[in-house]
């Protein structure tokens, strides 16, 4: 293994991250820490022009400069580029750790050579990391944004609508659903703004402006806590910004400027 290849080695949901004072924060090269056996390691992607793998560990090595931090908290502190690279190297970790034996057939699974799969070598069953698609909706009319609160969020806080795809449903369906089930409104409209994935645990959210075109808001009773309409000066808390939902929220305001 490239001993100047960089390492993301994760305990208990904290990442191994080091911050010298004064110095970018980075993961550790194989270098610095006992990178184990190199059939444990995941070839994650890249980051400043070198190979970067990841594992699991029972024990966050104790290193000049490192503290493990948990996936979300790298976004503030080291930028998107190391939460993007994190969040996929998690999403993977989660994927071979929750297929080690056949759904099938119950037999132990093995890596597949040159992609991301574990194979069942009784039956050939193939996982593939599993990927949920999640839509997302902010509703307009006129100035006025609906946003809504899910119990699960921080005090305060609201955010888009959104909600999972189901089997057999396109993105557009989902989005009317989800609308019409969570706050009881019809959209009309629907415009693609931008997708993200986002390994909490492993979704893909797909993000739309949509127009509003009936009903009276009606909360859905244990998915969404309040819901109301919202003037550009007069918002309530918004989610943080490493969320599409924030950028969706800052994208219809600039449009109202």
Not at 116 to 135: D, E, W
Not at 155 to 171: D, I, K, N, Q, R
Request: with cysteine; aromatic share 8%; proline share 9%.
């Amino acid at each position: 293994m490239n001993d100047e290849s960089y390492l993301i080695l994760r305990c208990a949901g904290q990442l191994l991250v080091l911050a010298p004072e004064g110095q970018e924060v980075r993961f550790p090269t194989c270098a610095e820490v006992e990178a184990g056996d190199p059939a444990d390691c995941l070839e994650v992607g890249s980051w400043n022009g070198r190979p970067c793998r990841a594992r699991d560990v029972t024990a966050l090595p104790a290193l000049p400069g490192g503290q493990g931090v948990p996936l979300r908290a790298l976004f503030t502190l080291a930028g998107p580029a190391l939460f993007s690279l994190a969040g996929r190297a998690s999403q993977l970790l989660d994927w071979r750790a929750q297929h080690r034996f056949c759904g099938r057939c119950g037999t132990g699974t093995a890596p597949l050579a040159g992609e991301f799969a574990m194979a069942c070598p009784a039956c050939g069953l193939l996982a593939y990391p599993r990927i949920s698609p999640a839509v997302m909706v902010l509703i307009r009319d006129g100035r006025r944004l609906l946003l809504a609160r899910s119990p699960h969020f921080k005090p305060g806080v609201y955010s888009a609508l959104a909600g999972f795809v189901e089997a057999g449903e396109t993105l557009e369906q989902c989005a009317v659903r989800e609308v019409r089930e969570e706050v009881g409104l019809e959209i009309a409209n629907l415009r693609y703004f931008a997708s993200q994935p986002w390994p909490f645990p492993h979704s893909l959210m797909v993000a739309f402006f949509a127009d509003y075109a009936g009903g009276q808001i009606r909360p859905e009773p244990g998915e969404i806590e309040a819901a109301d309409w919202f003037l550009p000066e007069a918002l309530p808390l918004l989610p943080d910004p490493v969320s599409i939902s924030r950028h969706l929220i800052e994208a219809a305001l600039a449009q109202d400027t």
